[in-house]
């Protein structure tokens, strides 16, 4: 059940970004970028206190409160989306930001003040940019949504939307549970076309100790390949754990019930 106790109010006023929220670099000066930490809202253990994910228990008035805060932060209209662990990308604008969330993993836009936003607590957020900020993306990928093919979708529909070639977008990866943390079964391996048998695989390590059908997994370095194989050269971000900085960042695994964390990029107006 959600709960209904009212939270006392520390979201920062309009205009003003959290110090604490994470700034991505690299990304073409008409572009504004953040993803949200733990800190800057209203909600409260054990959701404090940035909780912007609804139907994860916190109370849903403290949640709306909290997203207003966040868009009165970035100045910008954030589309949120029903995500589904896929690799459905829409494109977003006009009265999308205030729609009923669509099932989908990752959202366009050329539309200026539009914020394409996914949310996270372990899983990796990409923001995309084309040149001069023609157009942007972000994407929402756990390991099945990288099987899937949602980097790659999302490459496409930034690129069709923003008339460039892959070589000419700009990537910025956020925090997500890192490889040191990151325990997986042959099944994951299996989904990316690794031979669980192999001892040299890059992105799969074995687990510390010997454990039998265990691998610790680098969900960065998974995106990081398929954005090079699809002809991505300029990445950054992805050096943050989730699981590993409990007092900045929520952690599905780590905590089970907990907040969400988002990440956004817009066309600046």
């Known amino acids: 059940m959600e709960r209904t106790v009212p939270a006392p109010s520390r979201i920062a006023p309009a205009g003003a970004i959290d110090a604490d929220w994470l700034r991505p670099e690299g990304l073409p000066s008409q572009v504004g970028a953040v993803m949200t930490t733990r800190c800057g809202g209203a909600s409260v253990p ?10 994860v228990g916190d109370c849903a008035e403290t949640v709306a409160r909290n997203r207003r805060g966040f868009e009165q932060a970035i100045a910008a209209a954030p589309v949120f989306l029903q995500q589904v662990h896929g690799a459905h990308v829409v494109n977003v604008g006009g009265a999308w930001p205030h729609a009923v969330p669509q099932a989908a993993d990752a959202s366009v836009t050329t539309e200026p003040g539009v914020a394409c936003t996914v949310l996270v607590a372990d899983c990796l957020p990409l923001l995309f940019a084309a040149p001069e900020g023609r157009a942007v993306a972000a994407a929402h990928a756990g390991w099945r949504g990288l099987a899937a093919g949602v980097v ?11 008339k460039c070639g892959p070589s000419d977008v700009r990537v910025w990866l956020g925090a997500c549970i890192g490889p040191r943390q990151f325990e997986v079964g042959a099944d994951v391996l299996q989904a990316f076309g690794t031979d669980p048998a192999r001892t040299d695989a890059p992105c799969f390590a074995p687990r510390p100790g010997g454990v039998a059908g265990k691998w610790l997994a680098d969900l960065p370095l ?7 194989a699809a002809g991505v050269g300029a990445v950054s971000g992805g050096a943050w754990c989730t699981v590993e900085e409990r007092s900045r960042f929520f952690s599905y695994r780590r905590d089970g019930v907990t907040g969400r964390m988002a990440a956004a990029i817009w066309i600046r107006r």
Do not use: F, I, Q, Y
Request: proline share 4%.
């Open 152 to 162: 790659e979708a999302t490459l496409r529909a930034l690129c069709e939307a923003g």
């Open 222 to 228: 998974l995106a990081r390949d398929r954005l090079c």
């Open 46 to 55: 054990p959701w404090d206190s940035m909780n912007l994910g609804s139907g």
